[in-house]
């Protein structure tokens, strides 16, 4: 064994040394044929070369691809973050600043403003948050040196050039995230191509600067994704004990057939709406249940996952004034907001831990100091930031 594991480390050595230099002529190989493959699509050398202007491969993007967390983020973690009261009060105060364009684009795409506001708020925190990585440099180093996936990040790559080709924006405005998700409404350029409009009207479709365009194109890609204009997204309800029916998004029947299975919503009161919905369980049997009818579907294609289309129905509710979550989450250690992690960060620095500026965001040394607390009352040390970790720091 020892001897294999030797020349297994030996290889990955030798493979070290060799790799570097043909890896670069390899990258250059590869970037010079997209840009032969863009001007056959109408991307001009210029344009090519003033987006692509002395990019090199950038390693840390393929680590961030491989290693992308393993532990699960558990839902009510999830929606304690991107559902919190300051996000709420943030988003009521976005929404009036930006009501006529909300109204507007309301109008055109039949889409309710509460839902496009959540989207804004979820997916760049109303515009603060976009990424901080150069797209041309991620989606190259991707598309030319990824594991996996490669022609997949080379149309991303292709999308891009012919957004800044339309004129839409210009190449310094591409930074988002490491996987190339960028703008207001971190939209994949593919999607941005496609879905992109121009709400303020000055013939540009710019989702990094203009608010407008940013709220119109949310608008128009849940309208694409089926939204029904008026229509409820869905509920939240009460399921009997011991219920083992269907359940999931793709559990659609028609509410009566609910009804007859002795749901009903949270307050007691019968099913309402038409329509097939589906029976949302997300965190099983023993946490709290949702009908969720097309307008959630709307939601779950812009992001793919419950966790992500549920923080938008609720954050929806709540921007109108309406109640959160009823029932209560699976756990006897419940997540904590963006304001508790904050102080979370304040009382471990208090302790002599190095967690960085207290942001809110939960970093390696954050999730470092977590750990440490963790052992010393007893808990699974995972990093997680949760209510029993911030009452002990409380000294509670
Ligand atoms: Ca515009």
């Not at 590869?30 to 090519?48: D, K, L």
């Not at 052992?375 to 949760?386: D, F, M, T, V």
């Amino acid at each position: 064994m020892i001897h294999l594991d030797f020349w297994k480390v030996a290889t990955l050595a030798l493979t070290a040394t060799l790799g570097a230099a043909p890896a670069r002529a390899d990258f250059d190989a590869c970037v010079a044929g997209i840009r032969a493959q863009a001007a056959g699509q109408g991307v001009s050398g210029a344009v090519f070369d003033r987006m692509m202007a002395g990019v090199t491969p950038d390693p840390k993007i393929i680590e961030l691809m491989n290693n992308q967390p393993e532990f699960k983020t558990p839902i009510w973690d999830y929606l304690a973050v991107l559902v919190d009261d300051e996000k709420v009060a943030e988003g009521r105060a976005m929404m009036s600043r930006h009501s006529s364009a909300l109204a507007a684009a309301e109008q055109r795409f039949g889409v309710d403003r509460h839902a496009i506001a959540a989207v804004w708020g979820v997916e760049s925190d109303f515009g603060k948050i976009a990424g901080k990585w150069s797209l041309p440099q991620a989606l190259s180093t991707l598309a030319c040196t990824a594991p996996r996936r490669r022609d997949y990040f080379r149309g991303e790559l292709m999308a891009t050039l012919k957004i800044v080709a339309r004129g839409d924006l210009a190449p310094e405005k591409l930074r988002g995230s490491w996987a190339g998700a960028f703008g207001q409404t971190q939209f994949m350029p593919s999607t941005y191509l496609r879905l992109a409009v121009d709400g303020d009207g000055d013939g540009r479709r710019d989702l990094v600067d203009s608010v407008a365009d940013a709220l119109h194109s949310t608008a128009n890609f849940l309208a694409k994704s089926g939204w029904q204009s008026g229509a409820s997204w869905g509920y939240e309800v009460n399921v009997p004990d011991g219920y083992s029916g269907p359940s999931g998004r793709g559990s659609k029947q028609p509410v009566s057939a609910w009804a007859a299975r002795g749901i009903t919503r949270v307050d007691g009161s019968a099913l309402t709406g038409s329509g097939s919905a589906g029976l949302l369980l997300p965190a099983g049997r023993n946490g709290p249940g949702f009908l969720v009818f097309r307008n959630y579907d709307a939601a779950y294609a812009y992001n793919g996952a419950d966790s992500y289309a549920l923080a938008i129905s609720l954050l929806s509710d709540r921007l109108k004034g309406r109640p959160g979550v009823q029932g209560a989450w699976p756990t006897d250690d419940p997540g904590i907001s963006r304001a508790q992690r904050k102080e979370m960060q304040r009382l471990l620095a208090a302790r002599g831990y190095d967690v960085g500026e207290p942001d809110g965001a939960i970093g390696a040394k954050t999730r470092a100091a977590i750990s440490d607390i963790q052992g010393k009352i007893g808990l699974a040390q995972n990093g997680r930031p949760s209510k029993k970790v911030l009452d002990a720091l409380k000294g509670r």
